[in-house]
Nanobody
Framework: QVQLVESGGGLVQAGGSLRLSCTAS????????MGWFRQASGKEREFVSA????????AYADSVKGRFTISRDNVKNTVYLQMNSLKPEDTAVYSC??????????????????WGQGTQVTVSS
């Protein structure tokens, strides 16, 4: 069992930055690929970014490429999402997820077994 807790969300002006963190319980964190997904009000959940178990591969949605960076620290059991040049359309609840996933399926929500409760990110114009 893995429990995930996100932090770092908040209110920021357009063009600003936030760094989200997701800390996992348990000693098997390094086995899991980690993903970030978001869900805006009235919209379906969408993939944002993911990273393989060893950090060797990353994936990004086209909408965040060049602005967001995912990283992980397997000693701290934490995955990060650095978000720069934020736009109002980035406003959503951001959730992290953990799963045993190969590179080709990192963007697929149903390969992740564990999910955090989410953290709200609001970008004002």
């Amino acid at each position: 069992q893995v429990q995930l807790v996100e932090s770092g969300g908040g209110l920021v002006q357009a063009g600003g930055s936030l760094r989200l963190s997701c800390t996992a319980s348990g000693r098997t964190f390094s086995r899991y690929a980690m993903g970030w997904f978001r869900q805006a009000s009235g919209k379906e959940r969408e993939f944002v970014s993911a990273i393989t178990w060893n950090g060797g591969r990353t994936a990004y949605a086209d909408s965040v490429k060049g602005r967001f960076t995912i990283s992980r620290d397997n000693v701290k059991n934490t995955v990060y999402l650095q978000m720069n040049s934020l736009k109002p359309e980035d406003t959503a609840v951001y959730s992290c997820a953990a799963g045993i996933a190969g590179t080709s399926v990192l963007a697929t929500a149903n390969v992740y077994d564990y999910w955090g409760q989410g953290t709200q990110v609001t970008v004002s114009s």
